[in-house]
């Protein structure tokens, strides 16, 4: 289609037309039928196509919104179950929980991401069974690099100790991390499902399988870490059936379910091949990942090193916590919109894919305020959700201006990251986080906070000026991005996927 000028906007592969003003509509041969030649045609607007899009996205971001949280729940419950059991064995397994998100499962997720560039633009071009292929390709990958991290976790009590961690507690997380290496294999398999799913529109299923196996988890726990006397063992095993039930489920789903019949065609050998080219995209979109919460956790290791540390430690234990709550809306919409900018890529409908990127970031705009704005007026009381230490609650109160900055700031960063998988930029996404955490962020978080003795306030400090680089960077590369050019790439990138066998 011709561009005729630079106002109008085509968000559909039937090459309808936006034009400058919200009421006027389309050419009378431009219509959305949905290749139907026999439906009655209806001329879009510029509204009712914004609308239209932002209904899509909502429709994709709550249930994923859904599942980030039941998923995040189950680590959650099973700290809370095992807290009763008395001071050890809780630091032991929140020790342990730290360990492998950092050295496991950030990777899992990481490369997994992958997927969203792959399988998207693949849907989006109607290459159907090439997303079968692509999270089979990526499920043997993860499944390789779980061997070695699973050699990290059968160490970690050495590990720990190696670096000045008390005994008694390294022993503890030890026992544990051991335990849930069955719940890296899984995890690995639920993170390639997911991606498989998601980049179909598919999200309800796995809200359900999320929510019944958190439902599961509760159980289990209740029974194996009270009853049955295994106690913080029990809790373990209880993470390992949850995760491993939610595969299972999903597994049955993608094998038997109608809505998968053109995308999962059965296991094939063609998984074997192009390894190379995910790999591509699969290490740098761990970079990503690795490299921004490896950032958070380095923060609160450095709490430990402050005047005060078990005050220190638990300001910023509650306020990373309480971040990564609230992430998983931004984390949502950060999904839809991978979703969206790979589907209409795919689609090779450019403009349609900057639509949706306008459309996510006013809402991503929009929610971080409300959020930040909802965690300003509450921070004499937020304190009090985590601890009765008047102490505590005070320095919470006093960080809670500071997180509600950070809050927002991660919220636009992290929908601007989904942008990146959609696109499939993410060697530049991973250079960015490299400049921004450990050129820039870390950096001025150990000068603010050791330096000018400004305690963990310059920890956060620290942080925001990563999360402003970072945020500035993606969006000077969003708004400068050629769509047309990146639904070409889309186009090559999936030609160059196909396999003889699937064209």
């Not at 959305?32 to 509204?47: F, S």
């Not at 299923?205 to 958190?214: C, E, L």
């Not at 102490?391 to 636009?412: E, K, N, T």
């Not at 310059?458 to 969006?475: R, V």
């Amino acid at each position: 289609m011709e561009k005729e000028d630079e106002n109008n906007v085509s968000v559909e592969p039937h090459a309808i037309q936006i034009s400058g003003s919200n009421d006027e509509q389309v050419k009378p041969d431009d219509y959305d039928n949905d290749n139907d030649t026999t439906a009655v045609q209806v001329p879009q607007t510029k509204t009712s196509l914004v609308v239209k899009e932002v209904k899509k996205q909502l429709w994709l971001a709550g249930p994923l919104i859904l599942v980030s949280l039941l998923n995040f729940a189950i680590q959650l419950i099973s700290i809370m179950f095992v807290g009763h059991l008395g001071e050890l064995a809780l630091s032991g397994v929140s020790m342990a929980t730290s360990f492998s998100s950092v050295t496991g499962i950030a990777l899992m997720m990481g490369m997994a991401s992958a997927l969203d560039t792959f399988c998207g633009q693949s849907y989006g071009a109607g290459q159907h069974r090439m997303l079968g292929i692509h999270a089979q390709r990526a499920m043997l990958v993860l499944m390789i690099v779980c061997v070695p991290v699973s050699i990290i976790w059968a160490n970690t009590k050495s590990i720990l100790i190696l670096f000045g961690q008390d005994h008694e507690i390294s022993a503890e997380a030890g026992r544990f991390a051991q335990l849930i290496i069955p719940c890296l294999f899984a995890f690995g398999l639920l993170q390639c499902q997911t991606r498989f799913l998601q980049t179909q529109n598919i999200v309800i299923p796995m809200m359900f399988s999320s929510g019944a196996t958190t439902v599961l988890h509760v159980v289990l726990c209740w029974v194996l870490v009270f009853k049955s006397g295994l106690g913080s063992r029990g809790a373990a095993i209880s993470n390992c059936v949850a995760y491993w039930v939610n595969v299972l489920i999903l597994a049955l789903y993608i094998k038997f379910s109608p809505s998968c019949s053109q995308t999962w065609t059965g296991f094939s050998t063609e998984a074997f091949h192009g390894i190379p080219s995910f790999l591509r995209l699969a290490i740098p979109s761990a970079v990503m990942v690795c490299l921004e919460l490896w950032s958070f956790e380095l923060m609160v290791l450095l709490s430990g090193r402050l005047p005060n540390p078990k005050l220190q430690t638990s300001v910023l234990s509650i306020c990373l916590n309480t971040e990564s709550t609230l992430w998983m809306v931004p984390f949502g919409l950060s999904g839809a919109i991978s979703t969206r900018v790979s589907n209409e890529l795919g689609a090779g409908n450019p403009w349609a894919a900057r639509l949706a990127v306008r459309v996510v970031l006013v809402m991503a705009i929009i929610e971080g305020t409300l959020v930040a704005t909802v965690m300003i007026s509450i921070r004499n009381l937020w304190g009090y959700v985590y601890s009765n230490d008047v102490q505590v609650v005070r320095h919470v109160a006093l960080m809670l201006p500071i997180l509600a900055a950070s809050i927002f700031l991660d919220g636009l960063q992290c929908v601007l990251s989904g942008i990146v998988r959609g696109c499939g930029w993410q060697k530049i996404g991973a250079f960015i986080n490299l400049g921004s955490y450990y050129l820039v962020g870390v950096p001025c978080a150990i000068v603010l906070a050791f330096v000018l003795h400004t305690g963990a306030k310059g920890l956060w400090l620290g942080i925001i000026c990563a999360l402003i680089l970072q945020a500035l960077g993606l969006i000077i590369i969003t708004a400068r991005t050629d769509w047309e050019r990146e639904a070409e790439e889309a186009t090559k990138r999936v030609n160059d996927s196909i396999t003889p066998d699937v064209s």
